[in-house]
């Protein structure tokens, strides 16, 4: 049985801190609701269906499947929308629920 992934992120605070801008501002954009996954770690994250919307959001599970390779990231359509669904193994719900409000607006 191979050894699980490290929880963790390899990006630097840089960035770190510009991958985070860059999803609030999807967020911010286009996110219509989420709904937490009933057991374990994970979420899925609903967006308004458009192709920029679509690219952006492609692009963030490419680079987050990169850094934090102990995270599922799935982008497909569900009912007019755009379903982004987040999960990890136990013990990364801390790491799920982070990424998850990075991507709600602010107050």
């Keep these: 049985m191979p050894d699980p992934l490290p929880i963790a992120c390899s990006l630097d605070a840089a960035p770190y801190a510009e991958r985070l801008a860059a999803i609030r501002e ?4 286009a ?3 989420t709904r937490h996954h009933a057991r ?3 979420a899925d994250l609903f967006f308004r269906d458009d ?8 692009a963030v599970v490419e680079a987050e499947s990169k850094c934090c390779a102990f995270l599922d990231l799935e982008l497909d359509r569900d009912e ?3 379903r982004l669904s987040i999960s990890g193994p136990a013990g990364a ?5 982070d990424l998850v ?3 709600e607006p602010g107050p």
Aim: no cysteine; aromatic share 4%; hydrophobic share 40%.
């Design 26 to 29: 999807i967020g911010e954009m």
């Design 31 to 33: 996110l219509v609701r």
């Design 40 to 42: 374990g770690s994970g």
């Design 51 to 58: 192709d920029e919307i679509s690219r952006r959001l492609r």
């Design 80 to 82: 007019g929308t755009l």
């Design 93 to 97: 719900a801390p790491v799920v629920n």
């Design 101 to 103: 409000r990075s991507f």
